[in-house]
């Protein structure tokens, strides 16, 4: 399934410090890489045509000193000339990175991100997460702790785990196929992780009339739904040959998230999502755009209900029976 990871760059130490992880990762998938550079003209400048080719020949010219550097056999991750191409494309970066990526046949994007909050979050947004709103393709999404960090996969330290959140919703099976695919073609094994939203009523009136009051007791069920539903999933997995751990927690969705990846230190999270427009992460939010801001753990995403190869769901059982209790990331 990865056959080519498109790797896109802006001249930027934060875009390059996604190349070490993307190169790493075509080495271990014996991938090639296509690094990606879009040319987008200042608003201010006239839009003549020699200006135009001045900024696309200044984006060839810098892809191709990258790529350059990938082909000497002296650095760490070395990748032959055959193995990495360059594009360069002309446009808005966040639509044309989308489209192009498929259209050069990539398989998985990689790119990192400021992680933004607050006001610049709203005025700014994320690029990457604007390419995962418009792309058909899986996102590998990562924020780096510092400005000029770059991510790295220890030589020798094989990948530890995947761990993949699940709501119970076919949609939210969307991350299910590119995920155990990168698990299969890398192999490590996969854990599969539910958040279960506590149960709390809504009482009107004084005395709650017509109420449940066991809320305890319906948090449980909600539990015991998503338990059956992961062990579905698992069993399926399992008779695939996959290596498959499976695991409930109950409390706030994005919390009990970090929490997890956090006390167990996973190498990829995978997680579908709405990747909602501007609009709808203000008034809304957004479980997985939360979880990206708040760990520097590389996150594999796909657009909740973008197709997959295997349609079919790994519910044993209607999915929105679990899903309806959880939260949809």
Request: glycine share 8%; no cysteine.
């Amino acid at each position: 399934m990865y056959a080519k990871i498109v790797v896109p760059l802006d001249g930027s130490e934060l875009a390059e410090a996604s190349l070490p992880y993307a190169l790493e990762l075509a080495n271990r998938l014996n991938a090639s890489i296509l690094l990606l550079r879009i040319a987008e003209l200042n608003n201010l400048v006239s839009d003549t045509t020699d200006h135009e080719l001045e900024v696309i020949n200044r984006a060839e010219s810098y892809l191709q000193g990258v790529k350059e550097n990938i082909n000497n056999p002296a650095t760490k991750y070395f990748l032959p000339n055959e193995r990495v191409e360059t594009v360069v494309g002309y446009g808005e970066a966040v639509h044309e990175i989308a489209e192009i990526a498929p259209f050069e046949k990539g398989d998985l994007i990689v790119m990192t991100t400021h992680g933004r909050t607050g006001v610049a979050r709203m005025v700014v947004g994320s690029v990457a997460f604007r390419v995962l709103q418009h792309s058909t393709l899986p996102v590998l999404i990562y924020k780096p702790a510092k400005p000029n960090e770059k991510l790295d996969i220890p030589s020798g330290n094989p990948i530890n785990s995947i761990v993949i959140t699940l709501d119970g919703t076919t949609e939210g099976e969307t991350i299910i196929e590119p995920a155990i695919a990168l698990a299969k073609n890398i192999g490590v094994p996969i854990t599969l992780l539910g958040v279960v939203q506590p149960f709390i009523p809504i009482e009107y009136g004084e005395f709650a009339s017509g109420v449940n009051m066991e809320p305890d007791r319906e948090t449980e069920e909600r539990r015991v739904h998503a338990i059956e539903y992961l062990s579905n999933v698992q069993t399926r997995l399992a008779t695939q040959g996959f290596t498959v751990n499976s695991l409930v927690r109950v409390g706030n969705s994005a919390d009990e998230i970090l929490g997890y990846i956090q006390e167990t230190g996973p190498a990829i999270l995978a997680m579908a999502t709405h990747a909602r427009g501007k609009l709808g992460q203000i008034l809304v939010g957004s479980v997985a755009d939360e979880v990206m801001r708040s760990t520097h753990l590389p996150i594999l995403m796909v657009k909740r209900g973008i197709p997959t190869k295997k349609a079919q769901s790994y519910v044993g059982e209607p999915a929105n029976k679990v899903g309806a209790n959880t939260t949809n990331f």
